[in-house]
């Protein structure tokens, strides 16, 4: 599912309730995070819930995108999860830096909806994210190039 399919899903469902439930069940439809890669130093801080991100910078393809795998021991969390997916999957590092995520969050309406523990939490997958695309821009930078 895309961002503006999401979008177009919400305008649909209309209430909040409706559009929780449907985060709720893409959550469900989230990859496994296998337990090895569940550590401190993966885990997501200023979240209610636990929350645990892996990114990496797939070299493989031209030009480089950022993939990155996450999960959380709550329900909705994992929806959230999900939208981020949606947002920021096989993006290059400078499509991440680029994108307005808060303009995507105020028409989604997840500003209004979420508690401010959740928002927190929301926040800081963000953040985690647009560091590692930050950090990833940075090192493809100063790589050496061929020629």
């Not at 961002?3 to 496994?32: K, T």
Request: hydrophobic fraction near 40%.
């Amino acid at each position: 599912m895309t961002i503006d399919e999401l979008y177009e899903e919400f305008e649909f469902l209309g209430d909040w309730e409706d559009r929780c439930d449907f985060l709720i069940d893409l959550g469900f439809e989230l990859p496994q995070l296998p337990d090895a890669l569940k550590t401190e130093g993966n885990r997501v801080h200023g979240c209610q819930s636990q929350v645990w991100l892996v990114a990496q910078l797939n070299e493989s393809t031209t030009p480089p995108v950022v993939e990155f795998q996450a999960n959380s021991d709550a329900m909705i969390v994992n929806g959230l999860i999900a939208v981020l997916s949606m947002i920021y999957q096989g993006k290059t590092p400078e499509e991440i830096l680029q994108t307005d995520v808060e303009q995507i969050f105020r028409r989604l309406e997840l500003d209004r909806h979420l508690s401010s523990q959740r928002r927190n939490g929301l926040f800081g997958m963000v953040t985690r994210i647009r560091d590692f695309a930050l950090a990833s821009l940075s090192r493809m930078e100063q790589a050496p190039t061929d020629g």
